[in-house]
C-alpha cells in the first residue's frame, strides 16, 4: 500500500476526479511528482499500482487536487486487468 502523487503526463488536463479515473482505467500515463522518491519525474500508469494504493493527483491546471482512495484506484486497477 503506497500513496502516489501524480501529474497527467504529455499535457494532458482533467476537469475533475471522473476523468481523472477514467484515463487511470484506460491505461494513460501519469508522472510522479514527489521530490523525496527516487521515481520523481517517470511517467507511471495502472500497470505499476497494486490493490490498496491510494492517490493524491492534482488537475484544473495543478491548481486543484483530489484524493482518490484505495477502493476507487482498485476498482480501476480489476477494470483495467480485467480481473
Same mark, same amino acid.
Given at each position: 500500500?503506497?500513496?502516489?502523487?501524480?501529474?497527467?503526463? +504529455?499535457?494532458?488536463?482533467?476537469? %475533475? @476526479?471522473?476523468?481523472?479515473?477514467? #484515463?487511470?482505467?484506460? &491505461?494513460?500515463?501519469? *508522472?510522479?511528482?514527489? +521530490?523525496?522518491?527516487?521515481?520523481? %519525474? @517517470?511517467?507511471?500508469?495502472?500497470? #505499476?499500482?497494486?490493490? &490498496?494504493?491510494?492517490? *493524491?493527483?492534482?488537475?484544473?491546471?495543478?491548481?486543484?487536487?483530489?484524493?482518490?482512495?484505495?477502493?476507487?484506484?482498485?476498482?480501476?486497477?480489476?477494470?483495467?486487468?480485467?480481473?
Amino acid at each position: 500500500m503506497a500513496c502516489h502523487r501524480l501529474l497527467p503526463a +504529455y499535457s494532458r488536463d482533467y476537469k %475533475g @476526479k471522473k476523468a481523472i479515473l477514467a #484515463d487511470l482505467a484506460d &491505461g494513460k500515463d501519469f *508522472v510522479i511528482y514527489d +521530490y523525496f522518491s527516487r521515481w520523481n %519525474g @517517470k511517467p507511471m500508469s495502472i500497470q #505499476d499500482m497494486t490493490h &490498496g494504493d491510494t492517490i *493524491v493527483a492534482r488537475y484544473n491546471r495543478c491548481q486543484k487536487q483530489c484524493l482518490l482512495s484505495a477502493k476507487e484506484v482498485s476498482a480501476a486497477i480489476t477494470e483495467a486487468k480485467g480481473e
